[in-house]
């Protein structure tokens, strides 16, 4: 069964900002929702190979070696097919789409033969609403179209390309539309796919193919040439940039954590989630990320999403959902997918997310950080947002001091998480600063007196003599990597003894040949059966924390190592298994956001070293 699956780092991720694909090695599309990122799946082999769906566009009948690459300064994906008789090329794109909401996505595969002449196949079987939604199949004169009751891909090839094509090589029957034909040193040909077409086919011609091409070439270099960074490490935060924006739905600026479902945090366990969903802990790490790049357009429209959820934030126990969809509804019911087999075996596979009205306090202080930070930068939230903040703020004077269910979503009960504790401080701390800045109207005094409760606590509870290191809750001597936070926050000087211990322990207990885990579930019981890889966000905070603490030879070093865990097109999923595989949902925004941040902030103290 496992050997069935490609590796998840053997796959390229390219979009239209409104959705994306994961292509892998042998150029097969894997997986592809439409019209949204968070909605039902067209292709989703990742998830089952038999019943998921796919399109493979590749060699046939022949042994073949492949690799990936990146056209230069774009999302553009180039697959290489080597084989003893020839050299061809399948180029996958998907033109960019505007900032309206659209059914209409396009999927465009060139295929160009470079050198020598190779036989290609495609075979085009998708199975809409994650497999479980049936369709017909309609031939017209010039592609053909599946139809199901939700949605409609119409399949057309390139114009002119009729003679490439073996006579009888065209099967049409219950599983898809399979092609076969030859090509030649310099011919090309190829097909798009499209979602909700309102006509018939209609074939593009090879040079309108092209032309598309060099419109979505231009389009993404125009994009990453804003881009302020210069420093070291400039292509990997430029590729980490592109792979966030293709992760950003333009309709409304939000950022997916994963495009996936479903890919698990150990092979054949039940760590399998859905990320297809807007945290609000990714906007204070988003918000930082794009203005370092100079990406402010960015940054405000996602600090307008971020209003928006403010703004509608509601009286109770939970008045912040910890996610949404990118349309901003909190509607995400879990559901289980049980006639999917899961990556490698890894089931259950769920859609929806059920963590979603969970307690998490740290919500707060992210919230906080991100509109402290962008007011620094000249961008504002709205007067009513301001307004429901201070609100906020009150409600988190009243609610800090309770158990919650911690920024990793644990599923075993409430606890008196430190890092929970730890950013109720910076939610408080930080809008102390705004109201204060900007002569904002809120009861500053009564923010002060909790804040600096709050700050108390952390020092005398969350911290365990006996360990010498602050603790993942109080009562517990369980280390936790997101307290890894606490010196870039302002909370504690990276010289302070209590830190310096604190970083020590650990180094001994959570960090394996540099890569950092978030902590150990046989130790802290999450609620979930196995175990899980280390977590790529915790490395890169681990090298801030190593920096700020004066150890900046270390920091570096283990930033490199770091970099070398990446896959060949520099993505990151949200794990590394023991063995140097990254696991976990792909790519992961967390990931690549830390990348940025850390590669600025470590750039920054090299040149002052200097």
Partial sequence: METTYPAVEEHGLIGDLQTAALISKDGTIDWFCAPRFDSPSVFAALLDRRRGGHFQLSPDGVEYTSKQLYLPGTPILITRFHSADGVGELVDFMPVTGEQATDQHRLIRLVRMVRGSMRFRFDCRPRFNYGRDPYELEVHPEGDVFRSSTLSLTLTPFKNAERLVDTGAIRRDAEGVCVRYELHAGDIGGVVLETACPHAPRALSIEQACELLAETRDHWRRWIGRSTYTGRWREMVERSAMTLKLMTYAPTGALVAAPTAGLPEQIGGPRNWDYRYTWIRDASFSVHALLRLGFTDEAQKYLRWLDARIRDARDGDVPLQIMYRIDGSPDLPEEVLGHLEGYRGSAPVRIGNG????????????????????????????????????????????????????????????????????????????????????????????????????????????????????????????????????????????????????????????????????????????????????????????????????????????????????????????????????????????????????????????????
């Fill in 355 to 610: 963590a979603a009205g969970q307690l998490q306090l740290d919500i707060y202080g992210e919230a906080l950080l991100a509109l402290d930070l962008a007011s620094r930068n000249g961008l504002f939230v709205s007067y009513e947002a301001w307004r429901k903040t201070a609100a906020l703020m009150d409600w988190l004077c009243d609610h800090w001091n309770q158990p919650e269910d911690g920024i990793w979503e644990t599923r075993s009960g409430r606890q008196d998480f430190t890092y929970g504790r730890l950013m109720a401080w910076v939610a408080l701390d930080r809008a102390i600063r705004l109201a204060k800045r900007h002569g904002r109207p809120g009861d500053t005094a009564r923010w002060t007196s909790e804040r600096n409760a709050v700050y108390e606590q952390v020092m005398t509870r969350g911290f365990h003599p006996g360990r010498g290191a602050f603790v993942q809750h109080y009562g517990s001597d369980i280390l936790d990597a997101s307290l890894l936070a606490m010196p870039g926050l302002g909370f504690i000087s990276p010289t302070d003894p209590m830190w310096q211990s604190t970083l020590h322990a650990m180094d001994g207990d959570l960090v394996s040949d540099s890569l950092v885990y978030r902590y150990d579930p046989k130790a802290s019981p999450d609620g979930l059966a196995g175990s899980e890889g280390t977590f790529s966000m915790c490395t890169f905070w681990y090298v801030q924390a190593l920096a700020q603490s004066g150890r900046l030879d270390d920091a570096r070093l283990t930033f490199e190592k770091m970099l070398t865990y990446s896959t060949p097109l520099g993505l990151y999923s949200e794990e590394i298994s023991p063995n140097g595989e990254q696991i976990g949902n792909f790519p992961q925004a967390f990931s690549h956001l830390s990348l940025i941040s850390t590669a600025d902030h470590l750039n920054d103290l090299l040149d002052r070293e200097r």
